[in-house]
């Protein structure tokens, strides 16, 4: 496929993505997607009777989040997609002057992108083995890296939806009790290990009622997408509080997240198998086929004088647990999902020390700084440090992505 808008080569928004936001632009919000560097105002598209045949509601893109538009289901957001995509083709619907002047299109760089979801609850698991047998050489017995359960089930835990922020904005360094292990007793202080965590996220597209379960099989059915995700993380706090209850004030401080959500049917090209799942799983958590992602990842540290490293490459493949088995293991006790809710990875790390998903990792706890090009050296975060994600999928002439996941940290007061 060939757009009449022009698309670099390695953009992330090409025509074989479209993907879904939320945009603001001259004080309209609405929902929209992009192409190259282009956003496509939906709300605009469909008063020009773009997407006529399809049952769609009167201004449902004319809206502060994209959940009532997920909410309709499959049978009609993927034909909605699929006209999208054949109406920005060279020849499609909207290759004429008419739309061209319709403020249908607007320069990316023009508008600002906002969260693209109300998000009611989010689950972050714990899900990549090469992240929990580090945390656990780290902090535990190294023989016995990986807790007795780890590879029986989808750890997670119920992290806070209401601090969770688009790509650019600011996140301000947290305070909260710390204890070093020459202290008696703890101190009320600013963090001094922040840390980023290299994820992934999953949005739930269907509700479920409380007592329900979703299949292990049919859970692709309940994902609607996925975001690039930054679980920020204060070390130092979690080290003190997360036993017995684990992660609270060490993590629910802020989390970033990419603006843009890419389906499954834009990722389905890129489907891999992951890892041999060492022991075998109980009945409810079996799944067939490839149920991972060849997404590749990266990350960079850029500090306030222009100084900008590559710190990780790493990959979502690499993740022990897929999403499918996260998500039936989430409900297999009648926990009820809805639309909206935000299921993220855990910190996706690799088998080599260029692709670990942490700077707790990248620096194992601060005995490896890494050197900036201007030879300071990061432990963790510095303050004025801008932490910028990026994700894309890419096979022969097909390329995808997510766009950027940024986060500046600034003082804490």
Same mark, same amino acid.
């Given at each position: 496929m060939k757009s009449f808008i022009d698309v670099s080569k390695n953009s992330d928004f090409?025509? @074989?993505?479209?993907?879904f936001g939320i945009f603001r632009y001259n004080g309209k919000t609405a929902a929209c997607t992009r192409i190259g560097d282009t956003i496509v105002d939906l709300d605009a598209c469909q008063k020009s009777h773009i997407f006529k045949g399809i049952d769609l509601p009167e201004d449902i893109f004319h809206s502060e989040n994209l959940n009532s538009f997920i909410g309709l289901g499959k049978h009609i957001t993927s034909p909605v997609r699929i006209r999208i995509q054949e109406a920005l083709t060279l020849g499609g619907a909207l290759d004429n002057d008419t739309f061209r002047n319709a403020d249908i299109f607007i320069n990316a760089d023009r508008v600002e992108m906002l969260l693209p979801l109300n998000i009611g609850d989010y689950t972050d698991f714990y899900s990549s083995k090469e992240h929990a047998t580090n945390v656990g050489m780290m902090f535990r017995d190294p023989n016995n890296a990986l807790l007795p359960n780890w590879l029986h089930i989808p750890i997670g835990?119920?992290? /806070?939806?209401?601090?969770?922020?688009?790509?650019?904005?600011?996140?301000?360094?947290?305070y909260g009790q710390i204890k070093s292990p020459n202290q008696d007793n703890p101190e009320f202080s600013l963090?001094?290990?922040?840390?980023?965590? =290299?994820?992934?996220?999953?949005?739930?597209?269907?509700?479920?009622?409380?007592?329900?379960?979703?299949?292990?099989?049919e859970a692709e059915e309940y994902i609607f997408g996925l975001m690039l995700f930054n679980d920020w993380s204060a070390r130092d706090i979690q080290r003190w509080e997360y036993v017995p209850l684990g992660p609270f004030l060490g993590k629910n401080f802020g989390s970033t997240v990419s603006p843009w959500i890419v389906t499954l049917e834009a990722l389905e090209p890129f489907r891999v198998a992951g890892p041999n799942q060492?022991?075998?799983? =109980?009945p409810y958590l079996k799944t067939e086929g490839a149920k991972n992602y060849d997404? #590749? =990842?990266?990350?960079? =540290?850029?500090?306030?004088?222009?100084?900008?490293?590559?710190?990780?490459?790493?990959?979502?493949?690499?993740? @022990?647990?897929?999403?499918?088995?996260?998500?039936?293991? #989430?409900?297999?006790?009648?926990?009820?999902? /809805?639309i909206g809710d935000l299921m993220a990875s855990g910190t996706i790390?690799?088998?080599?020390?260029?692709s670990l998903g942490s700077m707790l990792e990248i620096t194992?706890?601060?005995?490896?700084p890494i050197v900036m090009p201007d030879q300071s050296e990061r432990k963790f975060i510095h303050d004025e440090d801008a932490v910028i994600m990026q994700g894309w999928c890419e096979k022969g002439e097909i390329r995808i992505g997510f766009g950027s996941c940024e986060g500046k940290v600034i003082s804490g007061l």
């Open positions: 090409s025509i @074989y993505n479209i993907p835990y119920h992290g /806070r939806a209401s601090s969770i922020v688009v790509s650019g904005t600011d996140i301000r360094r947290p963090s001094k290990e922040l840390d980023f965590e =290299l994820e992934m996220a999953f949005v739930v597209g269907k509700d479920t009622a409380l007592g329900a379960r979703i299949d292990v099989n060492e022991k075998e799983v =109980l997404i #590749h =990842l990266s990350v960079a =540290l850029n500090d306030n004088k222009g100084n900008n490293k590559v710190i990780a490459q790493s990959n979502f493949k690499y993740m @022990y647990w897929n999403m499918c088995q996260q998500l039936a293991h #989430h409900t297999v006790n009648g926990c009820n999902v /809805r790390s690799g088998p080599t020390q260029d194992w706890k601060g005995t490896r």
